[in-house]
Nanobody
Framework: VQLQASGGGLVQAGDSLKLSCSFS????????IGWFRQAPGKERDSVAC?????????YYAPSVKGRFTISRDNAKNTVHLQMDSLKPEDSAVYYC????????????????????WGQGTLVTVSS
């Protein structure tokens, strides 16, 4: 599975941005999908995820809950991350990830379980 992340850029605080992650194969229902981010000098942290067989459930890191929305478009083999009310502390390289191993519930926020990663897209939020 190959992933291609896109949509990053330079925006001002309070603006919105929509990231996309294109899959090279159809997104199987059992594939968990995650967005992660890594700021300079920091570890890669979870942002949002869709668990296996999600039935509409999604999970978010506390720092982005209420501002970010993860969604999937199976027809286009694409996953999105809508980011609203952006803050300077949201600045990071954003990565999408998936796995052929099922993850249920909030375990999809766990970085180490993912096998496939996109190349990352840079988001910079100015104050």
């Amino acid at each position: 599975v190959q992933l291609q992340a896109s949509g990053g850029g330079l925006v001002q605080a309070g603006d919105s941005l929509k990231l996309s992650c294109s899959f090279s194969t159809p997104i199987a229902d059992h594939y968990p999908i995650g967005w992660f981010r890594q700021a300079p000098g920091k570890e890669r942290d979870s942002v949002a995820c869709i668990p296996s067989s999600s039935r509409g459930y999604t999970y978010y890191a506390p720092s982005v809950k209420g501002r970010f929305t993860i969604s999937r478009d199976n027809a286009k083999n694409t996953v999105h991350l809508q980011m609203d009310s952006l803050k300077p502390e949201d600045s990071a390289v954003y990565y999408c990830a998936t796995s052929e191993t099922a993850m249920y519930g909030s375990t999809c926020l766990t970085r180490h379980h993912y096998d496939y990663w996109g190349q990352g897209t840079l988001v910079t939020v100015s104050s």
